[in-house]
């Protein structure tokens, strides 16, 4: 390969690298639009429930959707949003816990798993997934009551 065909792909290579992050910095812009009303609402109710330290608060993270039943677009931002919930909204010590249902629907995913969902085009849980996932709530609830609702998952896995 000569030294100007070398040059000519380190060049489309940087055009193809700057394109990418040109699409990312769109969609950042675009996620911020779309969740922010969300985001706002959310600190909002955070702080209600502070206002009642005497009570406990069990948040959870939203449901998610099949893939038949939503687009890649819509399931990204749930998830960032749900990951925003989880990393900075929650915070330690305060009297808000969550329950991530959200990540024992999509095991990490952008989707709620079909085989846990009644089917592929029906975005309810299946009763083999409640049965699995209620005992996870209980466990949640258990841990809150006895003090542990900042050490132990989130899940309400053991």
């Known amino acids: 390969m000569s030294v100007s065909e070398e040059n000519n792909k380190m060049g489309q290579l940087k055009a193809d690298?700057?394109?990418?992050?040109?699409?990312?910095?769109?969609?950042?812009e675009e996620a911020d639009q779309?969740?922010?009303?969300?985001?706002?609402?959310?600190?909002?109710?955070?702080?209600?429930?502070?206002?009642f330290q005497n009570t406990k608060f069990l948040v959870w993270?939203?449901?998610?959707?099949v893939e038949q039943e939503t687009n890649e677009k819509a399931a990204t931002l749930t998830r960032s949003f749900f990951e925003w919930v989880k990393n900075d909204?929650?915070?330690?010590?305060?009297?808000?816990?969550?329950?991530?249902?959200?990540?024992?629907?999509?095991?990490?995913?952008?989707?709620?798993?079909?085989?846990?969902?009644?089917?592929?085009?029906?975005?309810?849980?299946s009763n083999e997934f409640s049965k699995r996932v209620y005992p996870f709530l209980c466990n949640r609830i258990?841990?809150?009551?006895?003090?542990?609702?900042?050490?132990?998952?989130i899940t309400g896995e053991d």
């Open 89 to 125: 909204w929650d915070e330690p010590g305060d009297n808000i816990y969550l329950w991530d249902f959200f990540e024992l629907q999509t095991e990490g995913g952008l989707y709620f798993k079909t085989e846990y969902a009644k089917s592929p085009d029906n975005s309810h849980p």
């Open 142 to 153: 258990v841990d809150i009551i006895r003090g542990d609702g900042d050490k132990n998952q």
């Open 17 to 28: 690298i700057e394109k990418r992050k040109n699409e990312l910095l769109k969609y950042s």
């Open 61 to 65: 993270t939203g449901a998610s959707l």
């Open 34 to 51: 779309d969740t922010g009303p969300a985001v706002r609402e959310s600190d909002a109710l955070k702080e209600k429930m502070r206002q």
